[in-house]
């Protein structure tokens, strides 16, 4: 006979269904690709979650989840990072590899927040900021009025910062 569900497990259930797949793919990004680190990552998150289940509500869950899963990415590698403090430098340096890490997880994060943008706000975002470009030079690039590349700016940037907000990035 089976036991019926409390709340804290329907949450779980809710949470993993509602955020599993793009938690799980943020995790693989965060871990470099690999996916069974990446498993252990949304594992230990929905754990936390479960320990956390009377401050969640499964619908507005995700930025939390994903804070806490990319705290949980920093924390194992810099886990591995001190492990391999008494390797040989360039044993370090193949494995570990050069980049920071805090770095590269918020570069990960302002990518995917882009991808998630429109077409038209991700190009303004690309042309003005990326790539250094005046107004009007974006306007020409992308042919249209220079007021459209203003607009577009606006609502863009409005649209990113809600995006990284999903995310867990916060501004400051």
Do not use: C, K
């Not at 809710?14 to 680190?37: S, V, W």
């Not at 499964?58 to 008494?86: E, K, Q, Y």
């Amino acid at each position: 006979m089976a036991r019926p569900l409390g709340r804290d497990e329907r949450l779980l259930r809710t949470l993993y269904a509602e955020h599993g797949g793009p938690l799980l793919g943020y995790a693989e990004r965060l871990t470099g690709g690999d996916r069974q680190q990446a498993e252990d990552v949304v594992q230990e998150t929905l754990v936390r979650a479960w320990r956390n289940a009377e401050r969640l509500e499964a619908r507005s869950a995700r930025p939390w989840l994903f804070r806490v899963a990319r705290n949980i990415a920093i924390d194992r590698a810099r886990a591995r990072r001190s492990r391999m403090a008494d390797a040989p430098a360039d044993v370090v340096e193949a494995v570990a590899g050069p980049d920071d890490l805090d770095s590269a997880l918020l570069a990960w994060q302002i990518a995917d927040a882009l991808r998630s943008l429109s077409p038209d706000h991700r190009h303004v975002i690309v042309e003005v900021y990326y790539r250094g470009r005046s107004v009007a030079e974006a306007a020409d690039v992308l042919g249209v009025p220079r007021g459209t590349v203003q607009s577009r700016t606006f609502y863009a940037l409005r649209a990113l910062r809600v995006a990284l907000e999903e995310r867990g990035v916060t501004g400051t």
